[in-house]
């Protein structure tokens, strides 16, 4: 047996300059935290010509022997994709399942791969860095299967922690912020979750911000540079302990992101962003591309209480979360007897 699993994300700044449209041309820059919430994908050994899906997130199961292609199209496409990346045809039985709903903001498409990266490059005996297992999710998910995303979450997810992370046409760079632990602590404490209840599917809007930006349009590049000087100056605010002054680019930052695409908020999410205001958040955003998910919040600790009350009344239910520092990480790899059935090795 083989377990692996791979943090979620919050993005704190800069989301959106991650999608090469932009970040070729002009650089991207995205704040960003691991966050303690998984997807795990379990391994264990199955017939030599079988080859078995089960995911708890989709209801889901699927089978194919290794006398038939494997393709990644249809149903548990991304695991299928993962599994013919690395030449496996048959005689593993993968169980996968996150601690979220899928499509709901936190990056939980690309942990789920970076986590099977990890899995199957264990299972064969193949080393990777946490910089590798990233670009090759990254990979995977933009080029093989050919999705409208950045790659923003594949590497906060292998690497875990608090980051910087830059992007540019000659690649990526990951910086852990060097922040005081006890600002660390108290930003921890104040960030709060809360689950809007609905999931939402990103990609007509990365779809529509990519064609957007590809095509010159003006407001949405001055959107997305501005994006990325917030994410600077969230680092500085960070680095300097100035709370205050993160969750008032925070609100800034979700006010530009609003002009990325249609549909990336609503006037219920605009109802529950000015009723938090109003009980004493300091600033927000909807996590992910937007239009659903979860809200993120910063919010003084004497104030969560009234906060949670008020959100709770329009059946937002908060998600009680800490930072993650470990990355994308095996937990368990006991030999089982292994018979893969490969075209690779």
């Not at 990609?203 to 349009?217: A, G, M, N, P, V």
């Not at 501005?226 to 600077?232: D, E, G, L, M, P």
Request: hydrophobic residues 40%.
């Amino acid at each position: 047996m083989l377990i692996a699993r791979a943090p979620m994300r919050i993005s704190l700044g800069g989301g959106g300059t991650d999608l090469e449209a932009y970040y070729a041309t002009y650089g991207g820059v995205v704040i960003s935290t691991a966050i303690n919430k998984y997807f795990y994908a379990i391994l264990t050994p199955e017939e030599p010509h079988d080859l078995q899906l089960i995911s708890a997130d989709y209801h889901t199961l699927f089978r194919n022997t290794s006398s038939a292609d494997l393709t990644w199209d249809g149903e548990l496409a991304l695991p299928r994709a993962v599994l013919h990346q690395f030449g496996i045809r048959g005689g593993l039985n993968l169980f996968s399942a996150s601690e979220v709903p899928p499509g709901t903001g936190l990056g939980s498409s690309s942990a789920a791969t970076v986590a099977l990266v990890r899995a199957m490059s264990t299972l064969v005996d193949q080393s990777l860095t946490r910089q590798q297992v990233a670009e090759m999710a990254s990979m995977i998910e933009i080029e093989k299967m050919g999705m409208p995303i950045g790659k923003q979450d594949q590497y906060a997810s292998a690497f875990g922690g608090l980051n910087k992370i830059t992007f540019t046409s000659s690649g990526v760079t990951v910086e852990p912020l060097r922040i005081d632990p006890e600002i660390r602590a108290l930003l921890e404490r104040r960030l709060m979750l809360f689950f809007t209840g609905s999931s939402r599917e990103s990609t007509s809007i990365l779809k529509h911000q990519r064609k957007s930006t590809t095509e010159q349009d003006e407001a949405v590049l001055q959107a997305l540079h501005n994006i990325k000087q917030s994410a600077a100056g969230i680092e500085q605010c960070l680095l300097a302990g100035d709370l205050d002054g993160f969750a008032r680019i925070l609100d800034y930052s979700w006010q530009e992101k609003r002009r990325l695409a249609p549909n990336l908020s609503s006037a219920f999410i605009d109802e529950c962003y000015t009723l938090a205001r109003q009980h004493g958040v300091q600033g927000g955003k909807i996590t992910g591309a937007g239009g659903g998910g979860f809200f993120l919040l910063y919010c003084p600790q004497e104030a969560q209480e009234a906060v949670t009350a008020v959100l709770h009344q329009r059946g937002l239910k908060r998600m009680h979360f800490c930072f993650d520092q470990q990355g994308a990480t095996v937990l368990l790899n006991i030999p089982d007897g292994w018979r893969l059935t490969s075209s690779s090795f």
